[in-house]
Structures are given as structure tokens and as C-alpha cells.
């Protein structure tokens, strides 16, 4: 009988649980829901506690849907949304709700910070942004000094679930690297970091990699599992996009993957430490030993599609509008003459850092209709993603032959579009998703040492390659450069 394993992921509006067998082929999978509490604005948080229920619930339900194969559970591996703050007092309970990575009140403790450690972003290799957890540790001190004087541990999320799993507090390079407090290049917590935010090194978990086994599902969930007697291990696992990246095979140097979903992600493979802080590169460990990478988000990527779509009232419509987009780029007097659009509907993140950059529409005339509109949406979305490439280029971070993933996939004149502008050759493989839980999962059969990194982490069989077409190429590129004209031009009359 084969082995199952599973992997799960903590996101912000769903734990997502992932049964696989030996082969991979997905057994049972469950998704129950998260709420996020939104007390201020700017503040977003959730209990930690939901999680674990959220948890219990996914295995539940695995459970009764496949209970045999989950009897045969042989290892477990942990994802989850990057940055929360999760507070714990002595006995490790939490102190306050847990402050989540879109919590924006920290603006100011990221400049303490700065203040305190003047060289905080060549130790961690990143922008601090209120995002990251440092800064909210600086805020609670400041706000709630009676939380902060009870802190005895700070865990990120997936880290408070293994927790309760197994009693161990643990934590793994990837989602470490998004703290403020690990030196990424060393792979170790840095202590000036930490004391500049009240803590020590007794408060942080102890680190290990993604693929090692970080602790064992304790004797009491075991029984609750219905797997009493057995010693089952769990990988360190990842943070979401490390987690993704394993799910799709990007392993080795140079591989990757472009993400066209709500948000925007280039993501890179390294294998060696590279940082561009100042163009507001993301260079995290990866949840391999050995390995980093380097990674380019935008804010509103295919969610610019689904704002163009409501506005024009035809938001059931996208396949559509999509198409009559294509139509109106087959003429290149139209694209020459088409608007230009900044999708910073939400800021943006790489490479400006400017949560109040807005979008906009440029060239617009009587003459365009909703073809026009919906193609400089979609185009503008690919220009972002060159800057992103840019920003990876020149850390010596530039994916080869990524893999394109989400919902805007689906769209063979966007991925096209994509790497034209870019320059990027992309691959596409159906049913290839940056799927995390899957990452989770994978990562909790090398822990258990069901095979290598090889044999677990293959990519998946290209299906079709969107490779850079010149002619494209050269009717954008002066369109690149005024969308890349308009940013400085909006910001100077702010």
C-alpha cells in the first residue's frame, strides 16, 4: 500500500490541505476558511488559534473522505502566508491576534529600525516595510507595552501550527527570510536585529531547512488523527512563494516562475545569495539548503483585468473583452496609438516601493473604445513585469524559461504579450499551478525521505513556450519607455 503524505497551507483566507500518494496524484484535498478582522484602518489580523482550527477541520474532512489512505500518512509539510506576527506569552499562548503581512500601521517603526540598525537592509537583504514582522514587534512595544513585556516567543504563522502539531517551535529559512530579523545571506537570526526590537535569541524558534524534518506530530494529535503509535515527521516546509516555487520544480539556479494572478510574481532561483534592496528586490532563502531567490511583486496584475472588466460593467465578461483585445492588437497603427496604462491600482511594490502610486490611463481619445482600454490594461500588466525582470537582471537574478502560472495563464495573447515585452522565453504547463499545499506536501516527502529533490521536485511537461517575438517587441518598446516616463511625471506633482 502506497505511503500518503500532506502538506498544508496556512493562507490568509483559507487553509488549504493536500493528500498525495507516492506518485503525487492527489488523494483528497480540503479548503476551510479563514475571517480577517479589520479593527483600524490599516490593520489586519487574525486569531492564531483559527488556524489550527482551520487545520483540524482540513484533516477532518480528509479524514472521512479518504480515510484509509490517510492512515497511511508517512510525513507532513507546513506552508503559509509570510510576515504574521504571533505573540506568545510563557506558555506559549497567544498574547493579541496575530498581525498579518497587509498590515499597514507600521510605516513609522520601519524607520526606527532603519534608526537603530543603520545597516538593517545589507544584513537582510531587504527594504524593512511594515509588512515584514521587526517593525510590528516595534509597534506593539510602543503601543501595547504590557503585550510586548509578556512576549516570551514571536513565530510566524505556519510556525504557531507546527507548534500545536508537535510542541516544538520551529521555523525554516524561507519564511524567516521575511522577518527583518535573519541574516539571509548566513541563514541565521541576527542578534543586533533582534535586540533593536526588544528580543532575544531565547524568543526565536530554532532554524532549519525546508526539505529537513523539523519536529514529529506529537503523541496526543497523533491519537486525535487516529494515528496513535506512529512518528510522523514534519519538514520545515516554506514560506507561500518558496512553498509555490517547489510545487512547480523551480530548484535549480535559474528557474522559476512568473505568477499572473491577483498580484504579480517573477520568481527566481539562486544559488548564491543576491540582494537589490534599493529597486525593492525581495531576496529571500529558498526552502532548499543552498539555494535563495530573488522575487519581483506586483500589486495588481490580473486584478487590473477584473477592474477594467467591472468597469465597463462586463465583469462576467473577461473572456470576451479579452478576445476583442487581441482583435484590436492585430492592427499595429491601433497599438501604436492605443493608451498607455499604470496598473498601480493598490501602490506598487518592485521596483518603486510607493504604496501611493496610483494608476492611471495615458493617449486617451474619443476614438477608443473598451478593446482599446482592456489592451492597455493587459499591456501595462506585462510592462510591470518588465521592470520586475529588469529589477532580477540586474542582481544577476534573470529566471530562464519560467513557468507562467495562475488564473492569467489561461490566456495564450497574455502570456505572449508578456514575453515580448519582457524578453522572457515563458513556459506554460496545464495543470501546473503555484500550488503551495503541493509544495507543502513535497517537502514532507523529502523530509521523510520518500527520494531526492530530483525524483520528488520534477517540473512539470511543457505544454507550449511563449517565446519573444521581435517585430512584438519593437512595436512596444516605445510604449515601455513613456508607461516608464509616466510614474516619475504623476509622483512630481504629488
Not at 537582510?124 to 509597534?139: C, D, I, S
Not at 470576451?320 to 497603427?333: D, E, I, N, P
Amino acid at each position: 500500500m502506497t505511503q500518503t503524505y500532506l502538506g498544508l497551507d496556512i493562507g490568509t483566507s483559507s487553509v488549504k490541505a493536500l493528500l498525495v500518494d507516492a506518485r503525487q496524484s492527489v488523494v483528497a484535498e480540503a479548503s476551510p476558511q479563514l475571517t480577517v478582522s479589520r479593527p483600524h484602518p490599516l490593520w489586519s489580523e487574525q486569531d492564531p488559534d483559527d488556524w489550527v482550527r482551520g487545520v483540524e477541520a482540513g484533516v477532518a474532512e480528509i479524514r472521512e473522505t479518504a480515510p484509509e489512505a490517510f492512515a497511511r500518512l508517512a510525513g507532513i509539510g507546513l506552508s503559509g502566508q509570510m510576515h504574521g506576527a504571533t505573540l506568545l506569552d510563557a506558555a506559549d499562548k497567544p498574547l493579541r491576534p496575530a498581525i498579518l503581512w497587509n498590515d499597514g500601521r507600521s510605516f513609522a517603526e520601519c524607520a526606527e529600525l532603519k534608526r537603530r540598525v543603520p545597516d538593517v537592509e545589507t544584513i537582510t537583504g531587504n527594504l524593512v516595510m511594515p509588512g515584514f514582522t521587526a517593525p510590528k514587534m516595534l509597534w506593539v512595544a510602543k503601543h501595547e507595552p504590557e503585550v510586548a513585556r509578556a512576549t516570551k516567543r514571536v513565530l510566524l504563522p505556519k510556525d504557531y501550527v507546527r507548534l500545536r502539531l508537535s510542541g516544538e517551535a520551529v521555523s525554516e529559512m524561507s519564511d524567516a527570510s521575511g522577518t527583518s530579523w535573519l541574516d539571509v545571506a548566513k541563514r541565521r537570526w541576527d542578534e543586533r536585529l533582534l535586540e533593536a526590537t526588544g528580543l532575544t535569541l531565547a524568543a526565536m524558534p530554532r532554524l532549519v531547512e525546508g526539505s529537513e524534518v523539523s519536529a514529529h506530530l506529537s503523541p496526543a494529535v497523533a491519537r486525535a488523527w487516529g494515528l496513535e503509535g506512529r512518528t510522523i515527521p514534519i519538514a520545515g516546509g516554506g514560506g507561500d512563494n518558496a512553498a509555490s516555487a517547489i510545487g512547480v520544480g523551480a530548484t535549480e539556479a535559474g528557474e522559476g516562475f512568473v505568477s499572473l494572478g491577483t498580484s504579480g510574481v517573477i520568481f527566481s532561483v539562486t544559488d548564491r545569495y543576491v540582494s537589490l534592496p534599493e529597486r525593492t528586490l525581495h531576496a529571500f532563502c529558498h526552502a532548499l539548503p543552498g539555494r535563495w531567490h530573488g522575487m519581483a511583486v506586483m500589486l495588481s496584475a490580473a486584478a487590473s483585468l477584473a477592474w477594467i472588466a467591472g468597469v465597463l460593467g462586463r465583469e462576467n465578461e473577461v473572456g470576451a473583452l479579452v478576445a476583442a483585445a487581441q482583435g484590436f492588437a492585430r492592427s499595429k497603427a491601433a497599438v501604436a496609438s492605443a493608451p498607455v496604462f499604470l496598473p498601480y491600482l493598490s501602490g506598487e511594490r518592485t521596483p518603486l516601493n510607493d504604496a501611493e502610486a496610483t494608476g492611471m490611463f495615458a493617449g486617451l481619445r474619443a476614438s477608443h473604445g473598451a478593446d482599446a482600454l482592456v489592451f492597455a490594461v493587459m499591456e501595462g500588466v506585462a510592462f510591470s513585469f518588465a521592470d520586475g525582470v529588469d529589477v532580477l537582471d540586474a542582481a544577476g537574478a534573470r529566471p530562464v524559461r519560467p513557468l507562467l502560472v495562475g488564473g492569467g495563464s489561461r490566456s495564450d495573447f497574455w502570456g505572449q504579450m508578456i514575453a515580448d515585452v519582457t524578453g522572457l522565453t515563458i513556459d506554460v504547463a496545464r495543470g501546473a499551478e503555484a500550488g503551495a499545499a503541493l509544495g507543502a506536501a513535497r517537502l514532507g516527502m523529502l523530509a521523510a525521505g520518500a527520494g531526492t529533490v530530483a525524483t520528488i521536485c520534477p517540473r512539470p511537461a511543457v505544454e507550449k513556450t511563449f517565446a519573444p517575438d521581435a517585430d512584438s517587441a519593437a512595436l512596444h518598446a516605445p510604449r515601455l519607455r513613456r508607461y516608464r516616463a509616466l510614474y516619475p511625471a504623476e509622483k512630481g506633482t504629488r
